[in-house]
């Protein structure tokens, strides 16, 4: 049931809120599934998850019975303490995966600056303080933070904020020649997106990631995998490395891994953190009690078998609708990406009608997102319905009749 209330609009928000943002003019209030309800009532299918982060749609039941459960129990102690949904959560990541020790954090920004952090103090330990030099990629996103948004590939995000973190270089993604030329022995990691999101939807090219990993393992240099916007089933693995038999010496996961509950992991190998004492890094909120029990569900139910050959079933089917409407309006150079995470590129001729076809999309009551100036990005619920695919995909379709007849 809608809230009769007197209704706090978009325009509070102006009043109210620091203008870094630039919210849609509705207010949802309610979401059940990949459906959302505005303050009026008007219902939407929700193709965006929250940037990659609803991973099981909104209000699961199970994971509102955890955080109830356990919210009755402990909800915060700080790194005073552990706690035992934490460990539970550790233990399940490290048993799913390559890394034997795990850090726990609030957000992406933050795994990423413990990673960044990790792989200079080991390097400098271990080697020697001038083998500190990061390299990334043009066009990647790996943060918020200075330090994370200096090393993320997008000039727009970090310029105008002073002197620059240093030792930070970028190549061209997917080129490894471009690496070639910047790495050298004072490379203490060399970080990468499995597959570019705010970039554009750019998938890695298994050749590249196994040739980064020769060049890490040839220059003593660590292999960081952001995997904040692919981990936890987002492209029908558990791990997006997983699709490439590469391993990577740090891995970063966010997003999906709480289902909408903020929290981020940090995972690496017991030789990497043997170099660690307590005080060097930490966190107050990190592994925290109730968001590693929600966690510890969302990936009970996401590590399945159903649920994981669910995504690329689901993705087959949003292609299959995507290319009949294709057929019909010729707007999409191509659908890129893999399993739930999906770029839709728009040819260059219709590229400057993006905004507009997602406005559309709106008032037909679908939710999409951009990455970059050409590129519809998916990223909705791992176990969206078929019925709402087939919905969501009718209402894309209306939407687009408007903006091109």
Known sequence: MISKKRLITRDTFNKLILPVYNPLSFV???GIGSRIWDQQGKEYIDFSGGIAVTSLGHCHPLLNQVLKEQSE???????????EP????????????FASRVFFANSGAEANEAAFKLARYYSSQVYNVQKNKIISFYNSFHGRTFFTVSVGGQLKYSNNFGPKPSGIMHASFNDIETVKSLIDHDTCAVVVELIQGEGGIIPATVSFIKDLRVLCNQYNALLIFDEIQTGIGRTGKLFAYQHYNIIP???????SLGGGFPISAMLTTKKIVSIITPGIHGTTYG????????AESVINIIDTKKVLSGVQEKFEHIKSELNVINKRFKLFKEIRGRGLLIGIVLKSEFSNKIREILNFALLEGVIFLTAGNDV????????????????????FYRALEKVLY
């Open 73 to 83: 129990r402990l909800w915060h102690l700080s790194n005073v303490f552990t706690n």
């Open 376 to 395: 519809i990005r998916l990223a909705p619920s791992l176990i969206i319905d078929k019925i709402d695919i087939t919905e969501g995909m009718k209402r």
């Open 287 to 294: 592994g925290n009690p109730l968001a590693c029990a929600v």
């Open 249 to 255: 010496d740090i891995l970063t996961l966010a997003k």
């Open 86 to 97: 934490a460990l539970r959560l550790a233990q399940k990541l490290v048993s799913s995966s």
């Open 28 to 30: 949802p209030v309610k």
